[in-house]
């Protein structure tokens, strides 16, 4: 047993590094090809930002992109001939200076008023919205309907994120659906969590957090106990800095396990997002909630003990991170498309 945990801790650390699950560094310049990719997922075709379309447009770009420029050619199909004559201008050529100013044009202030290493997190995540399977691209897409058609800038518009025990899942979709919002510039939209046999955030959720930037602290209060011998912390949970302005929202929330209609939580006119298949046949209809979204993801509770624990933790709250973000760019261009 003694030579057999050391090789199984380094087949584990062996998978994390080779998968791309642990957390990239804050980095200050993404390259050409990633700015070009932010640019097409902001202006491009109808399209640009639905999972589906993710690794052909990725492709295509790879083959227009040639010394950092695009040109009115090598674009057709990927943008819209008078929307790159706009940016271009006269020479209908985009060279790496003038993406990097549309894209500076673009940045919302709540992006800016995210954790670093948050940013950061989710930079990255725009990356790969080739990853998301084909079931969560359909939840992708019909909470992004949603939100297009709900969302009003300064009003608060609520989600609730539902799963059995409200311990992990529904932990991570939470904050990073808070992420998501921000990154987009819709930070109005305000994730909850909540369960329906609720115990205790676990540890493991927090320290997979904490691994991009969250900030995850105890308040040393309890929140009501589901289990009566399973303690139920209160945490502060910290995606962005305080903003300048009295009305700007907030970029942290006090968690604890819940029951997904508790007080704490909106109690009519939000999305639920079922993310777990025992919460999903437990809660065939959510009372007061406007749409019902089921998109669930295997626990990672799974893995617990094992090897491969923090890497599962993290592969989960990708997948779902992941999916937020392509909801909320999706729902930002339709919006813009209007």
Request: proline share 7%; glycine share 8%; with cysteine.
């Amino acid at each position: 047993m003694s030579r057999s945990r050391p090789r199984a801790a380094c087949i584990a650390a062996l998978i994390l590094a080779s998968s791309g699950l642990a957390p990239a560094p804050s980095v200050a310049d993404p390259g050409p090809f990633v700015r070009a990719l932010w640019l097409l997922q902001r202006y491009g075709n109808p399209g640009s930002t639905d999972p589906r379309n993710d690794q052909g447009l990725k492709a295509k770009l790879s083959k227009a992109l040639k010394d950092s420029v695009l040109t009115a050619n090598e674009v057709q199909g990927l943008m819209d001939s008078a929307t790159f004559k706009k940016l271009a201008g006269a020479d209908a050529r985009l060279d790496d200076a003038e993406i990097r100013k549309a894209l500076d044009a673009e940045v919302p202030p709540s992006r800016e008023r995210l954790l670093p290493k948050v940013r950061a997190y989710a930079d990255l995540l725009t990356t790969s919205l080739d990853m998301i399977d084909e079931k969560h691209r359909e939840g992708a897409a019909e909470f992004a309907d949603w939100l297009a058609a709900n969302y009003e800038p300064g009003k608060p518009l609520h989600v609730t994120v539902i799963c059995t025990g409200n311990s992990r899942r529904s932990f991570l979709g939470a904050t990073t659906g808070n992420i998501a919002a921000a990154y987009c510039g819709m930070p109005e939209v305000r994730f909850h969590s909540g369960g329906t046999a609720p115990s205790a955030c676990n540890k493991r959720t927090v320290a997979t957090l904490k691994e991009i930037g969250v900030g995850v602290e105890p308040t040393g209060k309890e929140g009501p106990r589901g289990e009566p011998k399973t303690a139920n912390p209160c945490y502060r949970i910290a995606w962005g800095s305080a903003g300048r302005l009295a009305d700007e929202p907030a970029m942290e929330v006090v968690e604890f396990s819940k029951n997904y209609a508790d007080p704490a939580n909106p109690q009519e006119s939000f999305a639920a997002l079922l993310v777990c298949g025992e919460a999903d046949e437990a809660c065939p209809t959510v009372r007061g909630a406007a749409v019902r979204i089921s998109m669930p993801y295997l626990d990672p509770k799974l893995y617990d003990d094992s090897p491969f624990e923090a890497a599962k933790y993290a592969e989960r709250r990708d997948d779902i991170g992941r999916m937020m973000l392509a909801s909320f760019l999706q729902a930002r261009n339709k919006r813009a498309s209007k």
